[in-house]
């Protein structure tokens, strides 16, 4: 059985530096809001090239966060509309509703996967205020297409790393684009907690210091409250280990470029669109994801020969129960990748030898049953 993602193969790489880490928490006896959540901030700060980081409990509130202190500070009010891509993880529209907004969904660009500035442009109205561009798969969006419409329409633009750890854009990372960034530390994720976890990017230090508040029951100062605010804060544990493989997401990634590579070069000839690297821009692969209108079958077959596959995602957000309320939308491109994608598996623990197997049995396919 070739696994979509063995974390267990992955962590234990660090096992004893994991174990370290632990050790030093129990032994400090310290376990919200301390020295590891400190310099975590200032590592994955410096690392994201921006001046400063929040840790807070996982992506979705990072998300949510920046928003809630957008409101708090009276450059979004209750009601304000959010450009939002179609096919993202539903953690990006629900954090848009769980701040009193309004999404919009907005059409991709089909190779990219990532929010096209044009489309992006016919979907703005007098209310939008804000548009969240996701870095999917771990792929750039047209940052630059998206700041030049944000200045134009004076919008906030909050970006979606939570996929693209390390991922950058003509030399400048993903995160420190946008007026603020979030980002997840979900223990799949490219830089991942043995839990949950998540983090702001942030340039404005007005912004940040809302949102240090708003994560810790609305208040800088204990038992003063001057916002009204949420309790979700990374753990010095989670902080601990994330410090750890902070280290080694730079390796990690290139590992996971490596196998992105060699993926690209051997299914160039099979007839399955291949993911696209945007000019000028470093992917993440967190997700190697592959489109055939053969999708279905492929997976089984793939299943058949013990190897994993995921989808990401099957179900658009205007066709969840939860946004009920899209559900007339016609997001074409959307739908069309829902229904083609495939995520093979890619992970800097794959071995050579299975991603052999892997596309020996793509091919296979592809080709007409050789065996
Ligand atoms: C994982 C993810 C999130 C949510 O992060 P959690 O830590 O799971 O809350 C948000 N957006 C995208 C694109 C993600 O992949």
Known sequence: ?????????????????????????????????????????????AFCQVPEAIGVGNGLDALTLVLLAWLAL?????????LVPGNTF??????????????????????????????AQAAITDRTKAV????????????????????????????DAAQAHGASLNGKMAGSFGHAAAFSFYPGKNLGALGDGGAITTSDPVLSETVRALRNYGGLQKYHHEL??????????????????????????????????VYNEALAQSGLILPQQPVNSI????????????????????????????????????????????????????????????SLPLSPVLSAEEQGMIIHAILDFTQGDRC
């Not at 059985?1 to 006896?29: P, S």
């Not at 997700?287 to 989808?311: D, F, K, W």
């Open 283 to 342: 992917h993440s692969f967190h997700l190697y994801v592959v489109q055939s209108p053969r999708r279905n079958e492929l997976a089984a077959h793939l299943q058949q020969r013990g190897i994993q596959t995921q989808i990401h995602y099957p179900v658009p957000i205007h066709r969840q129960q939860a946004f009920k309320e899209l559900a007339m939308l016609h997001l074409p491109v959307t739908e069309k990748l829902a229904n083609q994608i495939l």
């Open 90 to 119: 539903i953690a990006t529209a629900l954090a848009v509703k769980a701040a009193g907004l309004k999404p919009v969904l907005v059409e991709p660009e089909p190779l990219r996967f990532t929010l096209c500035p044009l489309a």
């Open 228 to 261: 009204v605010g949420v309790n979700s804060r990374l753990d010095e544990m989670q902080a601990a280990f994330l410090r750890v493989k902070l280290a080694r997401l730079n390796n990690e990634n290139k590992a996971r470029l490596q196998r992105a590579m």
């Open 1 to 45: 059985m070739i696994k979509f993602l063995d974390l267990q193969q992955l962590n234990q790489q660090y096992a004893a530096e994991l174990k370290a880490a632990a050790a030093r928490v129990i032994d400090n006896g310290w376990y919200i809001l301390g020295e590891e959540v400190t310099a975590f901030e200032q590592e994955f700060a």
């Open 74 to 82: 009276g450059k979004l009010k209750t009601g304000d509309e959010v």
């Open 132 to 159: 969240i561009p996701v870095h999917l798969y771990g792929a750039m969006t047209d940052m630059h297409g998206i700041m030049a419409l944000a200045k134009k329409h004076d919008l906030l633009v909050l970006e």
